[in-house]
């Protein structure tokens, strides 16, 4: 299977390839819509290789139009091939119309919807609205959906998941399941973040052999990434490294009741490379507290003093895993805040900092969307129906590199794109995750990756790493543990 590009682009976006791509281009629309249908229908075969009966609902756009194409493709490959068609087909126009005609041309009856069921079938292919939506799916459209996710049937999407907002991966209303989609021209943001995921299925991709001009007219301001990009950072170490090379991390956590999460993050520090690492926590469990991973050094600080001397054997403070809200916690985040060093901030701190809020430029903050909310004041649906808007508004009014946490986490700096990883799974839906990535982070960025750099390959790292531990052994029950011996093979790759 191809593998997807990098550049990610908003429904308007798209909208403009394709408007060069027929006008100056020189790619008609016919064209480009017989290349849609074609790559759509190539990837039905070849993902349901037994896949005999096929039901095209088609909306009255161009997305129809694909459909209709991917119908004839259908017939002609002696499959048995129905069309339910959803609006008034008295609109149809153009291009689409003319799929049309010519499907008609080979005795296919296009039904009005509603007239004959959506099963039984071995394939259902959502030609309905594609990224020509506007506004909430309403009428019509809204029942196909419905009728489209109660069938039980495997879903095959062209372009976009119908009634799924392109550009915040948000339902509009309601939005089709699809086992599959192929996206045309270019990758839609929506597709791998918000509920995107959960709408799109497994996506694939076909660029309709546009001129490559097509694509120096959008500059993306999302970019995806993911490990295969770039584990090339990841380079041979010198054959007379020491520990003194690879720098020191301190983590600042594990308030009583809570000491599993500096833990975690002390680890992952260590697997990522991070040459020493050392826990600054409560006094009363520093003793025991690295029983199970003796190279950790941990400590116990209850002062300023004690404080001072760890922060100056280190390159970086990551804190908040376990950290709590206590007075103890606010002595602590005041302390690092203070140090001069970069942070990574996380968890409590961060909520900490929701209190008093600062901006600065040498920092990772690392929220999940209940946090980001916190930080923005804003609720958390927000945040989750506009993940783009609410990452920028963090890294405006914080600075430094943010990465909103989630399916498609995002990492913003202070300049354009934006970055998200396209790799995890809800396996990671579980405790400790998030103290793990503050441990990866932290530990690149003690072996002098830049704050960029670090989030970066920390999100990737993380992301991969839980990808590996669930396809091994499944993604319910996966536990943040469970990644570390996964990230100390990525972070050497072959």
């Not at 959960?198 to 490990?227: C, K, M, W």
């Not at 922060?311 to 895993?321: H, M």
């Not at 943010?402 to 998200?420: F, R």
């Not at 750099?453 to 920390?458: F, K, R, S, Y």
Request: charged share 20%.
């Amino acid at each position: 299977m191809p593998t997807l590009p990098y550049s990610l682009y908003r429904g308007e976006q798209i909208r403009a390839l394709d408007h060069y791509a027929i006008h100056t281009g020189g790619v008609s629309g016919t064209v480009l819509m017989e290349r849609a249908g074609s790559a759509a229908f190539n990837e039905l075969r070849r993902r349901w290789i037994k896949a005999t009966r096929i039901i095209v609902v088609c909306g009255i756009g161009n997305n129809g139009g694909d459909g209709f194409v991917l119908a004839r493709l259908a017939k002609e490959a002696d499959l048995d091939v129905r069309v339910v068609q959803v609006g008034d087909i008295n609109r149809l126009h153009g291009d689409s119309l003319a799929a049309l005609q010519r499907l008609q041309n080979l005795d296919v009856r296009v039904e009005p919807f509603g007239s004959i069921p959506l099963i039984p079938c071995d394939v259902l292919v959502d030609a309905l609205l594609g990224t020509g939506l506007k506004g909430e799916v309403r009428g019509q459209a809204a029942q196909a959906i419905a009728v489209i996710n109660q069938s039980g049937q495997a879903v095959l999407a062209l372009d976009m998941p119908s009634g799924l907002d392109a550009d915040s991966g948000m339902p509009r209303g309601l939005a089709v399941h699809a086992h599959c989609t192929v996206s045309f021209l270019g990758l839609k943001r929506g597709l791998f973040t918000g509920d995107g995921p959960n709408y799109s299925g497994s996506v694939v991709f076909h660029d309709l052999n546009v001129p490559d001009a097509t694509y120096q007219q959008q500059i993306p301001q999302v970019e995806r990434i993911d490990y295969a990009r770039f584990k090339s950072l990841l380079k041979p170490r010198a054959r007379q490294a020491h520990k003194g090379y690879f720098g020191r991390v301190l983590i600042i956590g594990g308030e009583q009741g809570f000491t599993g999460a500096a833990r975690l993050a002390g680890e992952a520090a260590l697997r990522c490379g991070a040459g020493l690492v050392s826990l600054a926590t409560r006094h009363a469990h520093a003793a025991v507290l690295n029983a199970t991973r003796p190279e950790l050094m941990v400590h116990g600080v209850e002062d300023d003093k004690a404080f001072q001397t760890l922060a100056e054997r280190a390159s970086v403070i990551a804190i908040g895993p376990g950290l709590g809200q206590g007075p103890w916690a606010k002595q602590l985040f005041d302390l690092a805040m203070e140090s001069g060093l970069p942070l990574v901030v996380d968890a409590d701190a961060l909520n900490l900092l929701a209190q008093q809020p600062s901006l600065r430029s040498q920092w990772v903050l690392t929220p999940h969307e209940g946090e980001a909310a916190r930080l923005l004041g804003r609720a958390s649906h927000e945040v989750h129906e506009d993940r783009f808007d609410a990452v920028m508004a963090l890294q405006k009014n914080f600075g430094g590199v943010v990465v909103l946490k989630g399916a498609g986490s995002l990492i913003a700096s202070a300049d354009l794109p934006l970055w998200l990883c396209s790799e995890g799974n809800p396996g990671m839906a579980s405790g400790g995750m998030g103290d793990v990535l503050t441990g990866t982070i932290a530990g690149l960025i003690a072996q002098k990756f830049d704050l960029l750099a670090a989030a970066q390959l920390g999100v990737v790292l993380h992301a991969a790493a839980a990808d590996a531990a669930a396809k091994a052994a499944g993604e319910r029950g996966l536990l943040a543990s469970d990644l570390m011996s996964w990230l100390r093979r990525l972070i050497n790759p072959a």
